[in-house]
């Protein structure tokens, strides 16, 4: 992706470039028709009922038809009762403030205020995102109506219109995918990622009989690269899959999109691959069919042992894509099948829980809600003092375009005020002046609807660079053609929707990027950095003989940890959007942190597997006698990880000496008698000996990379 995701525009060739960023942004791709068909009917069938049988809120009902997640409709369909919950409980929290905060100004204000820190802290901090995007999506619309002249009664009906407009549209829609899910059945999570792995096995196929690769590889390469892996992450992170699963798919994530970056990256150029290597060329293609193969049949990957690793000077990249491969199974150490899943939680733990296990212990959640609670506050002070109420859909922005960073921030809000103009201006207004008034039916509306949400779904099934336009199409379209139930005669309501748009953009202009900015390849290094000092505390763990307790650190830092990779890949991405004297260096740090996560995480899982023999879990256990040598390896990691990271940020440190650090434990281990069973101990210390060889390998090749 370095080569193509970062081909930006200049001066001299920007319509070239637009011309060539929109062509392949709007390009078919297999899946494509049939999602942009599902969003379509699903938004449609919620407009229909809503204006038919003049239910308020018809228009954020539609919305979130367009918009909820399509990832996994079975998680989805699992999660009904967890959205009807969510907007319940979101109903009884406004039903109740309405009731102690009401009557007094000051404290309404002070409830407001309360309410919207709530909100993006739960966004940030609940275990379930899921039901936090509905509890928070509930309150933000329904803010608005409590500060209006209507009689409470009004307001209390209006709060029940909008539990009952938005838990229709997520049935609705619900319905839809479970149909399209029972007609086409594939496993919306692992089916793009073995996608990914096809693609390249052909491309390497091609290399491999001596030919070029033909456009339709090059192409769906090209677009796999560009498209990035910000839906898995987010098909991912939202999913109810165990723990163990997530964090073992999240490293398959990474190392798969590397692969098809560094495939990209290959197309760019001309390859030539002399007859000597093309075996070799061969042997990784048929390796990368195995994978294929055992990921979708639920097996552990394993791998062909090709033996020849000298690497070519006149095919680089087949040597970095070996490496990168052979990465895959040491993600499934320690594992039986990709079914048999761990257990997320320690058994007889609890079930469910509200908040991720770092959501008193990491800082970024709390920061998370100032910023968004500051932005939304001030939109919520300014139309109230000016008593413009019809631009209260600037708190629906700031909602909508929350981030954390200027690169990502900044594309959003860019994205947002373009899709405004084109659904607010040109397609809303343009169809109230033009359209609408030749029109008498539900008929005639209806067309003309189908055709704005299929423009928007289309713009909204592109990649991430382009994706959030057609969101925001459909949201001005909506907001303007839905919200009430005739044709209107006043352009000033249409007005007031798009300036409440732009007033949310600037505050979050202003507080996430001039008050709480921070630029994005800062905090790149700043989050990859502290990901190497949780890993080396990681690894010193148990620090506690409770078992409870241990657990409870474990699981803590290990939703840090994880957090964190994905924030280093959201921030990887915005470090594109971000230009200055030093673009061409944050580019190039960028792609090598992009080099060495799949390391990391790999890494990552490798110390989970041997936190159990450090605990001990049972099963697990290891003689007392090669404890000490066991901790003295793990303090030696930490330590490692630490100069790495101490490296990284510039400080002096010394090399660890990471080729010998391993030969104490393994001759521990070689001449420590097993017990009775001997068969059943001597697999288990070859198998805890491996692990350790693997963290160490690892390390030294992370070592020599920073």
């Known amino acids: ?15 070239t470039w637009l011309r060539e960023f929109l062509k392949e942004e709007l390009a078919p791709y297999p899946g494509r028709g049939a999602l942009v068909a599902r969003m379509t009917v699903a938004a449609t069938l919620v407009m229909l009922i809503t204006m038919t049988c003049r239910i308020p809120y018809g228009a954020y009902g539609s919305i979130y038809a367009l918009t909820i997640s399509r990832e996994n409709p079975v998680m989805t369909a699992k999660a009904v009762k967890t959205i009807i919950f969510a907007f319940a409980l979101s109903v009884i929290y406004v039903l109740v403030g309405a009731m102690f905060f009401l009557q007094d100004p000051d404290l309404r204000l002070f409830w407001v205020i309360a309410t919207l820190f709530v909100v993006f802290y739960f966004l940030s901090a609940a275990a379930n995102y899921t039901a936090a995007a509905r509890f928070g999506y509930l309150l933000v619309i329904t803010i608005p109506p409590w500060d209006s002249q209507l009689l409470p009664q009004v307001k209390v009906e209006q709060t029940l219109w909008a539990f009952a407009a938005i838990s229709l549209a997520s049935l609705i829609t619900i319905a839809i ?41 090059e192409k769906q390469i090209t677009h796999l690269a560009l498209a990035g892996s910000s839906a898995l992450r987010r098909t991912l992170e939202r999913s109810a899959y165990s723990e163990q699963y997530r964090e073992q798919m999240g490293a398959l994530v990474a190392v798969v999109v590397r692969v098809v970056d560094v495939a990209a990256n290959r197309i760019q150029f001309a390859v030539n691959i002399p007859e000597t290597t093309r075996s070799r060329v061969s042997s990784l293609a048929a390796n990368i069919a195995k994978i294929r193969s055992d990921l979708l049949a639920g097996r552990v990957p394993r791998l062909e042992v090709n033996g020849e690793t000298e690497t070519l000077q006149s095919v680089p990249f087949l040597g970095e894509m070996e490496a990168t ?66 631009i209260s859909t600037a708190i629906t922005t700031c909602l909508l375009t929350a981030l954390s960073t200027i690169g990502s921030s900044r594309q959003k809000q860019i994205l947002r005020i373009g899709g405004a103009i084109v659904g607010g201006v ?40 382009l994706s959030y336009f057609g969101v925001q199409i459909a949201v001005a379209f909506y907001l303007i053609n839905l919200s009430e139930f005739h044709v209107r005669t006043s352009l000033i309501p249409a007005r ?18 001039q008050l709480w900015g921070a630029s994005a390849v800062v905090e790149m290094k700043k989050t990859f950095i502290s990901n190497l000092r949780l890993l080396a505390q990681f690894a010193r763990e148990p620090l506690s003989n409770d078992l409870k307790v241990a657990i409870a650190r474990s ?40 080099q060495w996560q799949p390391t990391v995480r790999t890494l990552f899982l490798l110390e989970i597997a041997t936190w159990k023999y450090r605990v001990p879990l049972p099963a697990f256990e290891l003689p007392k006698d090669l404890v ?76 020599q990379g920073i």
Request: proline share 7%; net charge negative; with cysteine.
């Open 426 to 465: 040109i397609m809303g207004i343009g169809a109230e002046m033009y359209i609408l008034p030749a029109l008498d039916t539900i008929t005639g509306f209806t067309l003309v609807f189908i055709a704005a949400t299929v423009i928007a779904s289309w713009f909204a099934t592109s990649s991430p660079r």
């Open 1 to 15: 992706m370095a080569t193509a995701a970062q081909s930006l525009p200049q001066p001299s060739g920007a319509l």
């Open 628 to 703: 000490p040598e066991q901790r003295a390896f793990d303090e030696q990691l930490a330590k490692g990880l630490e100069a790495i990271a101490d490296r990284m940020e510039g400080r002096s440190a010394e090399h660890p000496d990471l080729e010998n650090w391993i030969a104490p434990l393994e001759q521990a281990v070689q001449t420590y008698p097993p017990p009775e069973p001997q068969q059943i101990m001597a697999a288990r210390y070859q198998t805890f000996l491996s692990l350790q060889r693997r963290i160490q390998s690892l390390t030294m090749s992370l070592n």
């Open 555 to 594: 699981y803590s830092l290990r939703e840090t940890i994880n957090s964190n990779f994905e924030k280093v890949k959201s921030l990887a991405d915005a470090v594109l959007l971000e230009f200055g004297s030093s673009r061409d260096q944050d580019l190039a740090f960028r792609d090598r942190v992009r």
């Open 325 to 390: 491969v052979s990465l895959i199974p040491e993600i499934f150490a320690g594992s039986v099948s990709l079914e048999a899943y761990a257990p997320g939680r320690p058994s007889g733990g609890p079930a469910f829980s509200l908040f991720k296990p770092d959501a008193l212990s990491n800082p970024e959640h709390f920061k998370f809600g100032l910023k968004g609670c500051l932005a939304a506050s001030l939109c919520y002070v300014f139309y109230n003092a000016k008593d413009w109420p019809g």
């Open 496 to 513: 007031d929707r798009v300036l409440g748009i732009l007033l949310g953009l600037m505050m979050m202009w202003l507080v996430f990027d």
């Open 177 to 217: 995918e479970l149909i399209y899910a029972e007609l086409n059945p594939q496993d919306m999570f692992l089916q793009p990622v073995v996608d990914r792995l096809a693609a390249v096995e052909e491309l390497l196929a091609a290399y491999a009989a001596g030919s070029a690769p033909d456009k339709k590889t």
